[in-house]
Each structure stands twice: as C-alpha cells, then as structure tokens.
C-alpha cells in the first residue's frame, strides 16, 4: 500500500506564495501521473495541476501562469509551487496520484489527506 503525504498549506496574504509538497511512502515502479486537486468550501473538488510520467504538465485556467507543478522522481515528491495567491484560491488542496506499484501491474489511484490554504485579502 501506498500513502501520499502532503504539506506546505498554510495561510498567506494575496500577493504570496506557498509550496506544496507529496511524498510517496515507499519507492514505486512508475508513475502514470501525479496531480493537485482542490476543493473549496460548497464547490466540487477540481483540478489545479497535473503533471504525466513523461513530464507533460497542464493547467486549471485560473492558475495557468501563477502556479507550477513539478516532480522530483527520486524523492518520489511532486510539488505545487503557488505564486501570486489570490483569496479564490483558498481551498483544501488534494495530492492525486496514478501509480504502477510493480513491473507489469496495473496503475492504482491514490490520493493524499488534503492540506488546507487560506489566501487572506
């Protein structure tokens, strides 16, 4: 089994940055793609930021330019670095994971506990 543990939430004035982080808990074959998620308060979970095994990334509109998601594969940690916050972007950020545990296995979808941003105005 495998968990995905998150940090680096915390609360920030508008203007500032935060970086997110998540760690897999053990070493994995590879990675089909990592991603951020956040959900606000009354609004469905949605998509920030997902980055694929090849290094491809793509982007929620309201933070292309703002945020960048990367991955360091031999920490097996992908981050979300977030500049230029904004209150809207308060929410609980999900770490999403699609991984293949072992050579030949199917990939197994995990997700972190959620960390929570808060942007004040």
């Known amino acids: 089994q495998v968990q995905l543990v998150e940090s680096g939430g915390g609360l920030v004035q508008a203007g500032g940055s935060l970086k997110l982080s998540c760690a897999a808990s053990?070493?994995?074959?590879?990675?089909?793609?990592s991603g951020w998620y956040r959900q606000a308060p009354g609004k469905q979970r949605e998509l920030v930021a997902v980055i694929t095994g090849g290094g491809s990334t793509n982007y929620a509109d309201s933070v292309r330019g703002r945020f960048t998601i990367s991955r360091d594969n031999a920490k097996n940690t992908v981050y979300l670095q977030m500049n230029s916050l904004k209150p809207e972007d308060t929410a609980v950020y999900y770490c999403n994971a699609l991984l293949y545990l072992n050579s030949g296995s199917a990939y197994y979808n995990y997700w972190g506990q959620g960390t929570q941003v808060t942007v004040s105005s």
């Open positions: 053990r070493s994995i074959f590879s990675i089909k793609s």
